[in-house]
């Protein structure tokens, strides 16, 4: 079981907008920043998102990360094939003194 | 800055995992190193990390004992995880982590499987 909760799974179709979502305690979301990242099949993630909202140099503008409270978000817009990955959060548990992430959503771009 | 990992695939259980985390492209003496691992259609779990400080941290929610260290002189990093299980089986990454930040930088991966 994953310390963060994400949606196993999300769907659009090309051109759409998606948001995936990531919830934890006061103490690890609603305390530390934010990290997204992306991963293909047999491949290492990859990170996307720091600090709840900034993109990693390269990464397109089409993907945006937020945060509000014990919840962050990733949203995708103007979908396309290639985003299809598995996406996974990540934040600092101040307690633990590491990362704890999410069990990972599985993009499927229809 | 890369990463790549290095060791054996598979592992017997009872024995002991061994994997180096080769550094270039920046030195070991800054930031934090660590060992992250994903089991087979399964999510992220951190490890641990060493620092150049001297200071290491465990995640104290594994089962088996693990001792993460590092050798400065050939800017590497290694973890050991001993009395292996099945459950053990997984991709095992190293990875750069800016403390209390974020991870920002991960090798390729190794799978390691535990089987006898």
């Known amino acids: 079981q994953s310390v963060l909760t994400q949606p196993p799974s999300v769907s659009g179709t090309p051109g759409q907008n998606v948001t995936i979502s990531c919830s934890g305690s006061?103490?690890?979301?609603?305390?530390?920043?934010v990290s997204w990242f992306q991963q293909f099949p047999g491949t290492a993630p990859k990170l996307l998102i720091y600090?709840?909202?900034q993109r990693l140099s390269g990464v397109p503008d089409r993907f945006s990360g937020s945060k509000s409270g014990t919840s962050a978000s990733l949203a995708i817009s103007g979908l396309r094939s290639e985003d299809e990955a598995e996406y996974h959060c990540?934040?600092?548990?101040?307690?633990?003194?590491?990362?704890?992430f999410g069990g990972g959503t599985k993009l499927a771009v229809l | 800055v890369q990463l790549q990992e290095s060791g054996p695939g598979l592992v017997k259980p009872s024995e002991t995992l061994s994997l180096t985390c080769s550094v270039s492209?920046?030195?070991?003496?800054?930031?934090?190193w660590s060992w992250i691992r994903q089991p087979p259609g399964k999510g992220l779990e951190w490890m641990g990390y060493?620092?150049?400080?001297?200071?290491?941290r465990n995640n104290p929610s594994l089962k088996s004992p693990v001792t993460i260290s590092m050798d400065t002189s050939k800017n590497q990093f290694s973890l050991k995880l001993r009395s292996v299980t099945a459950a053990d089986t997984a991709v095992y990454y190293c990875?750069?982590?800016?403390?209390?930040?974020?991870?920002?930088?991960w090798g390729q991966g190794t799978l390691v499987t535990v089987s006898s």
């Open positions: 990875a750069r982590i800016d403390y209390g930040d974020s991870v920002d930088s």
């Open positions: 492209g920046g030195s070991i003496r800054t930031y934090y």
């Open positions: 060493v620092h150049y400080s001297g200071k290491s």
């Open positions: 006061t103490f690890i979301i609603g305390s530390n920043y």
């Open positions: 600090r709840n909202n």
């Open positions: 990540a934040a600092w548990d101040d307690s633990l003194s590491g990362p704890v």
